[in-house]
Every structure is written in C-alpha cells, then in structure tokens.
C-alpha cells in the first residue's frame, strides 16, 4: 500500500520492557494502518531482523529479542503465520539465533527459524542480474525487515537497505565483497538492488539502543530512545541519516538510492510523527576509519573464489539465461 509521498513514523522509545514496547510499537505503527495494514490472516511473515552474530550480545549489535518478540506477537494477533530467516556473516541462523536470545522466543510462539538458501532472481538493473537471493524471503507473503541502528566500518552506516543483505546466502555475499568490493558505489548499488528486488512490505527499525563507532560488531552500545518505521526503506534510511546527522554522500546505500532516483528528499517525505530535526542525536560516533569493503584479500584467495565463482554461479547463470 505504497502512498505518493512515503511516510516515515519516528517515535521517541526508550524502554524493550514488553508491555512499553507493544504501547511503543503500536503508537509508531498506526500513521501506518497499524499492523493489520500489512499482514492479513493466513499470510506467511518473514520477520528479518540483524542476526549478524552471537559473539558480542551486549554489546547492542545485533535486533534485540524483546523487539523480535513484540512484532511476533502483533503479526499473530491478526491471523499471520511468522518466521525467523537470515543468512549470517558467521553461523548458521538458528545457532546466532540461539546466542542472541531468540530460540526460546520462537519455540515459546511456535515461530521457526529458517536458513536461506539462494535462488536467481531478475532484478530491475540488469547490472545485477546474477544476484542470488533467499528463495524462503522471496517467497514469503510478507516481508518485515528488523534491522538495528549501527556504525559500519565499511559502509559507514549500516540501517534498513544493508539489513536485507541478510538476504544473499552467506557464500554469495563474499563473492560480492569481492567482486564489487574495490568500488563502494558499486557494492552500494548492489545493496540497493537487492533491496529493490526483495522490496520488504514494512522495516521497523530498532533504535532504542544503537551501536555506534567501529560497527558492525566492534563498536559500543549507544542510548538513542529512537523508533521508526515506514513502507519505503530508502525513504527510512535517509531520514534516519537526518537524525544522526550524517551526511548521505558518505553512506555507500544511501548515495547509490539517490543517484538511482528511488530516495525522496526529505521535504517529500511525510512524518505524521516526530521529524528528525526534533529527533536529532548529538555526536554519533562514526568508524574511526574505513576498511576496504573487499577485506583486502591476498590475491591467492581472492583467486580461489574468482574461479569458484566461475564454476559455480556463473556458467550455471549463462546456461539458465540462454535456456
């Protein structure tokens, strides 16, 4: 139900005590038609929130159970049938799931925990047209995107649009930081697409308590009381940006969404909340410096996965394009 002009709810939140949470979430979702606007009884939900590890839960990098828990819970009230999925940089799902708090949350809601597993897609930029994504997230009725609000060391913020990577099963997303890792427009533009091509319904971003400074992981918690959520990620994403006050050239997803045309300007956003020059944080700590998106490989591996894909992903595509 995408209006003409996106609207992005920012609430202050302050607490992830359950009933303060649901009042929170009920509140920054009914500019939206509450939760019932996007799950109708028997859907299938993809809840995706940022499991990008189990090593490091308090240090506020990952979204918090209690969040997972509450949009669970308000997806069940109205007849939908949620589930679990990501693929993590490190893990399986179900064992990071497990580490951050999940696993007795979905055994005691009956919600399960899925693996991605990749499947090609045709993506809007034929650029990226060998994008494996999640056959479990594409074929979801609905897809509600969690991410967390963090710092990232390579891609300077990493909100809304980066948690759909999530999305990319983990081998593909390596060859991507490969691939496209020398040129961080172009592995923005990538991100972009794959959201694009995912096109989550809802994305309710967890803020109550960022992780600022060397993120993804390496970073340290930060009380932000901030909520927010919206229809269009690109449109979450850049408002957000507004809040911490950073600027978007220097946010690789961000850049890419605005010079492909799909990222409103601010005045063409509507806030039936709060506005993020109300929101606004004061210092939010960037990475104290960027690392290569490619990890800086040696060449001998960079190697290996160049010709893995090759044999792999690649001809596999040409004969499924030319079949």
């Known amino acids: 139900m995408q209006t003409q002009k996106p609207s992005v709810s920012l609430i202050q939140a302050k607490s992830y005590e359950q009933q303060a949470l649901r009042e929170s979430l009920t509140t920054l979702l009914e500019p939206l038609g509450g939760i019932a606007a996007f799950v109708k009884p028997g859907n299938r939900v993809l809840l995706k929130p940022n ?24 997806v069940i009230e109205v007849g939908g049938k949620p589930f679990l999925g990501d693929s993590p940089a490190f893990g399986s799902a179900k064992g990071v799931a497990t580490a951050n708090g999940l696993l007795q949350i979905a055994e005691e809601l009956n919600i399960p925990i899925v693996e991605f597993h990749g499947k090609r897609y045709q993506t809007v930029n034929d650029n990226f047209n060998h994008l494996l994504l999640s056959k479990e997230a594409m074929d979801a009725d609905v897809i509600i995107n969690l991410p967390k609000v963090k710092s990232h060391m390579q891609l300077t913020m990493t909100l809304g649009v980066k948690n759909l990577f999530g999305c990319v099963p983990g081998k593909m997303k390596a060859w991507w930081h490969l691939e496209a890792g020398k040129d961080a ?87 039936p909340h709060l506005t993020p020059d109300v929101m606004q944080v004061q210092d939010w700590q960037l990475p104290e410096k960027l690392m290569p998106i490619d990890f800086a490989m040696p060449r001998v591996i960079k190697s290996t996965f160049k010709h893995l894909y090759i044999r792999f992903i690649k001809e596999p595509m040409n004969a499924y394009s030319k079949a």
Not at 51 to 74: D, I, N, Q, Y
Not at 187 to 198: C, N, P, S, W, Y
Not at 211 to 238: I, K, Q, T, W
Not at 239 to 247: D, G, I, R, S
């Open 51 to 74: 499991l990008l590890t189990g090593s490091r839960p308090t240090k506020e990098c990952t979204t918090r159970p209690e969040l997972v828990r509450a949009v669970a819970e308000m």
């Open 185 to 271: 427009n172009r592995f923005g533009e990538m991100l972009v697409e794959t959201a694009r091509a995912i096109n989550p319904n809802l994305t309710i971003l967890d803020g109550i308590i960022g992780h600022e400074g060397n993120g993804p992981s390496g970073g340290e918690p930060r009380e932000l009381g901030l909520l927010a959520a919206a229809e269009n990620v690109f449109a979450l994403d850049r408002a957000v940006l507004e809040v911490l006050k950073v600027n978007p050239s220097k946010v690789p997803t961000v850049a890419a969404s605005q010079r492909l045309g799909i990222c409103p300007q601010l005045d063409e956003i509507d806030f």
